[in-house]
Structure formats: structure tokens, C-alpha cells
Antibody, heavy 117, light 110 residues
Framework: EVQLVESGGGLVKPGESLRLSCAGS????????MNWVRQAPGKGLEWVSS????????YYADSMQGRFTISRDNTKNSLYLQMNNLRAEDTAVYYC??????????WGQGTLVTVSS | QSVLTQPPSASGTPGQRVTISCSGS????????VNWYQQLPGTAPKLLIY???RRPSGVPDRFSGSKSGTSASLGISGLQSEDEADYYC???????????FGGGTKLTVL
């Protein structure tokens, strides 16, 4: 059974950093593009970033470019999102999802990031 | 303002058929496949339709998808109370070099 488990969310102040993790199991992690998608409270879904299995292809949403860095460690079956200079508008549930383009077959349960002073 | 346009709400009575539209442009829906997600209250999104009109294993055939030009639609027939959820369309956008979503449609079963 495919499982994705996010961790690392929490309460931080504006300008601070946070690193999210997503542990994958039940599939060959290195063979899949992995993604981060977020959802602000009461709002819709917003794509954040994607990274191919080989790490050769990395994409970011414009609003996250330069502040967020996606990475993965295939030896640990883990996906990461380093978030710097966080803003109040980054407050959201962050999901990791498995799949290519916008075709995401599996999602984690999400981890909540709250940016507030 | 979402790149893909969906109606914010839709409704129907049990047993009815409802359709949710998703409008885009030549750089997204017009050049890529559309995927639909269902998000039940308090849960993670779930892939409902992929590649415009394909259903993942386990998704009832009451759910269907179609695409024409720069628009797509999700159809739900035999509406059931458990279909009350938010529905999102998504596609890759060649101009933005990223994934774009619709703003979501809240489906209410009356």
C-alpha cells in the first residue's frame, strides 16, 4: 500500500524558516515524480513545486521561486521542502503527492504550517 | 484568481446528474490533459478523473470526465449525499511551466 506521511509543520514567525519532510513507502520512491501542494485555510489548492525521480527536473510556482527549495533523498525514500523567509500568506496545509504533471495518484494527510507573530 | 475557471458552487438532489465545468486556455487545457480531484471535508484531495476521462480503480462509474478544446467538465450522475465535497480541476500550463488549478467547486446535495 502506498503511503505518504508529511511532517515538520508548526508555528513560526514571519521571516523564519521551516523544513517539511514527506516519507514515502509501499512503492519504488526513486521512480516517481514527487510534488508539494498547499491549501490555505478555507481556500483552494495551490501547486507549490515538483521534482522528478532523478532530480533532473525541478519546477516551482512563481510565488514560491527563490524562497522555497524542493529536494529528495531516494536512499531515505524522502521528499523535502525547505521554506525560507516565511510570510503570513504561506500559512496553509502542505500536502505531498506522488505523480507526474497534475496527475497525482496518492496524497499524504498534510502538515499545517502557521506563520504568525 | 485561479488560472482555470470553475463555478464556485453547484447543487443537486439525490439521483440527479450534475456537471461542473472547468475553463482554461491553449497553454493549459488546450495542450495538456485535465485531472479532477475530490476533497471531502477535512481530508486530503483524492484523484477522481485523470487524463481527461479515465477513472482510477475504485472510483464509481457515476463519475465521468470530458474535454473539448480549452474546456473540460466533470459529470456526476445518480447524485448521492456522500458526493458532497469540493471538486478541483488541474492541468499543466506550458506558459507558466507549472501546474494550475481551478478555484474549486463546492457541491451541495440538497
Amino acid at each position: 500500500e502506498v503511503q505518504l506521511v508529511e511532517s515538520g509543520g508548526g508555528l513560526v514567525k514571519p521571516g523564519e524558516s521551516l523544513r517539511l519532510s514527506c516519507a514515502g513507502s509501499g512503492f519504488t520512491f526513486s521512480g516517481y515524480t514527487m510534488n508539494w501542494v498547499r491549501q490555505a485555510p478555507g481556500k483552494g489548492l495551490e501547486w507549490v513545486s515538483s521534482i522528478s525521480g532523478t532530480r533532473n527536473n525541478i519546477y516551482y510556482a512563481d510565488s514560491m521561486q527563490g524562497r522555497f527549495t524542493i529536494s529528495r533523498d531516494n536512499t531515505k525514500n524522502s521528499l523535502y521542502l525547505q521554506m525560507n523567509n516565511l510570510r503570513a500568506e504561506d500559512t496553509a496545509v502542505y500536502y505531498c503527492a506522488r505523480g507526474y504533471s497534475s496527475h497525482w495518484e496518492n496524497w499524504g494527510q498534510g502538515t499545517l504550517v502557521t506563520v504568525s507573530s | 484568481q485561479s488560472v482555470l475557471t470553475q463555478p464556485p458552487s453547484a447543487s443537486g438532489t439525490p439521483g440527479q446528474r450534475v456537471t461542473i465545468s472547468c475553463s482554461g486556455s491553449s497553454s493549459n487545457i488546450g495542450s495538456d490533459t485535465v485531472n479532477w480531484y475530490q476533497q471531502l471535508p477535512g481530508t486530503a484531495p483524492k484523484l477522481l478523473i485523470y487524463n481527461n476521462d479515465r477513472r482510477p480503480s475504485g472510483v464509481p462509474d457515476r463519475f465521468s470526465g470530458s474535454k473539448s478544446g480549452t474546456s473540460a467538465s466533470l459529470g456526476i450522475s445518480g447524485l448521492q449525499s456522500e458526493d458532497e465535497a469540493d471538486y478541483y480541476c488541474a492541468a499543466w500550463d506550458d506558459s507558466l511551466n507549472g501546474v494550475v488549478f481551478g478555484g474549486g467547486t463546492k457541491l451541495t446535495v440538497l
